[in-house]
């Protein structure tokens, strides 16, 4: 079956079967990591990220501990183990620190439920009640590529700081915010022909829609190639553009990915900015590492993307990406990995009108990031 048929396909799935699943938005990301305590201070120290909540002993949790930190619309969720055994250090064995749980904010977390575990969603997490003084929190959640889950969040009229179990965390030390928006799209990778399994597994039992498709011709380097498809959510405000690796000359980043990691995960947040330049100034001085791609990508990108508002100049000595679509353009990049292993890192987008990802960056990326591959012998 051609890419085209399959998106007819999917397009016809979700046209019948349309707003059974409203998404609201991303609520939170939780990562499994080693120590939590000390990666919620890089995330502040380095991202910005302003302290929320807490759980830990002292609110009564014995076997875990959690930090929540936001930025503007981006939450996210520090969580390690006390204790030997048990899912979370099963978890962090496995597959080093990385994503858990891409978890969705919705109005009905029971009818959520309902409506994916029907359509052949596995079961994470039945629909469960937690309460306190300041509300209630319904949640509930179903699995999705490796072992990632999305949990789905009902929170009404709640007013704590996070949820029930939680108690406001208010340090003394505070950095300040980078500009960070909100989350712009969360990339999976997934292993040898998955994706297609999985781009169905988001329009059926999820109800999104294909956004935009490239084949493995448009991204491949004389190494590395990969296939890569976007999935969106009704609304648009959640998109998850999911790779599979493809033969190339050597080992494509995907199937790097896929060993450190050992199967199936989030590969990458793309976290929106209203100024890349201030941004990524901030995020630089603050100790976070880009990719570089040559300086001679500047000679000729503007002939590629055409006019731009901002001057060539500084996105050069930051490294910044240009991309062009029909609609607009975007300025974007991609740090190495944020983790031990080379598995997840984090991409900085600002948008002009643009609404796919930067594919005409790829080749220039890839030459990049195979640069780094090559030193860590990973090729
Ligand atoms: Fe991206």
Known sequence: MSHDTTSLKLKKEVEAAEDFLPLLGTDYVELYVGNAKQAAHYYQSAWG????????????????????????????????????????????????????????????????????T????????EPKTLEDKHGKVVLSGIHTYGETV????????????????????????????VGLKFIDHMVGNVGWNEMRKWC????????????????DKDISTDYTALMSKVMS???GRIKFPINEPAEGKKKSQIEEYIEFYNGAGVQHIALATDN???????????????????????DTVLDRVGK????????????????????????QLFTKPVLDRPTMFIEIIQRKGAKSFGKGNFKALFEAIEREQEMRGTL
């Open 118 to 125: 029907k359509r052949g969603a596995k079961s994470f997490m």
């Open 150 to 177: 999305h949990v789905f969040v009902e929170r009404g009229d709640y007013e704590g700081a996070f949820m029930p179990g939680f108690k406001v965390w208010n340090p003394e030390y505070r950095p300040e915010p």
């Open 276 to 298: 890349i330049i201030e941004t990524v100034s901030q995020l630089k001085s603050r100790g976070v590492e880009f990719l570089h791609v040559p300086d001679t990508y500047y």
């Open 308 to 331: 731009i508002d901002e001057d060539l100049k500084p996105l050069q000595e930051l490294g910044i990406l240009i991309d062009r679509d029909d609609e607009g353009y975007l300025l």
């Open 200 to 215: 169905e597994f988001y329009a059926k039992v999820m109800g999104f829609a294909q956004l935009v498709s490239f084949d």
């Open 49 to 116: 990220f302003q302290p929320v909540a807490y759980a830990g002993l002292e609110t009564g949790r014995k076997d875990s501990v959690s930090y929540v930190l936001q930025q503007d619309k981006i939450r996210i969720v520090l969580t390690s183990p006390l204790k030997e055994g048990g899912e979370i250090n099963e978890h962090i064995e496995k597959h080093g620190d990385g994503v858990k749980v891409v978890a969705l904010w919705v109005d009905d977390a029971a009818k959520s439920y309902e409506e994916t």
């Open 233 to 235: 959510n009704g609304n």
